[in-house]
Nanobody, 121 residues
Framework: QLQLVESGGGLVEPGGSLRLSCAAS????????VGWFRQAPGKGRERISC???????MYAHSVKGRFTISRDNAKNTVYLQMNSLKPEDTGVYVC???????????????WGQGTQVTVSS
């Protein structure tokens, strides 16, 4: 069974950090671009970061300099390190695989269930 499972979300105070994980089973992640998307309350889904199979990365302007995406092919997992979190980072974070290995070329169609991140004091 092909599956993506996110973990690592939670409640954190502004300025805090979290590390999200996106673990794949049933297929090998290193052949695909993997993106992290955020669904904020009352807003549309936003792609906030992506990592290609060659390790190149992309970030939305809203998270650049604060978030870092990485992949561990041995663990078949992609991570999103989130630092200096802000209340506007609150939302459900979902990972997805693209149909191509390079982010700018990929359409994303295989989604996990998501993990909730809440940034609040």
């Amino acid at each position: 069974q092909l599956q993506l499972v996110e973990s690592g979300g939670g409640l954190v105070e502004p300025g805090g950090s979290l590390r999200l994980s996106c673990a794949a089973s049933g297929f090998t992640l290193d052949d695909y671009a993997v993106g992290w998307f955020r669904q904020a309350p009352g807003k549309g889904r936003e792609r906030i970061s992506c990592i290609s199979s060659d390790g190149s990365t992309m970030y939305a302007h809203s998270v650049k300099g604060r978030f870092t995406i990485s992949r561990d092919n041995a663990k078949n997992t992609v991570y999103l390190q989130m630092n200096s979190l802000k209340p506007e980072d609150t939302g459900v974070y979902v990972c997805a695989t693209g149909d191509r290995p390079i982010c700018v070329q990929a359409d994303f169609g295989s989604w996990g269930q998501g993990t909730q991140v809440t940034v609040s004091s």
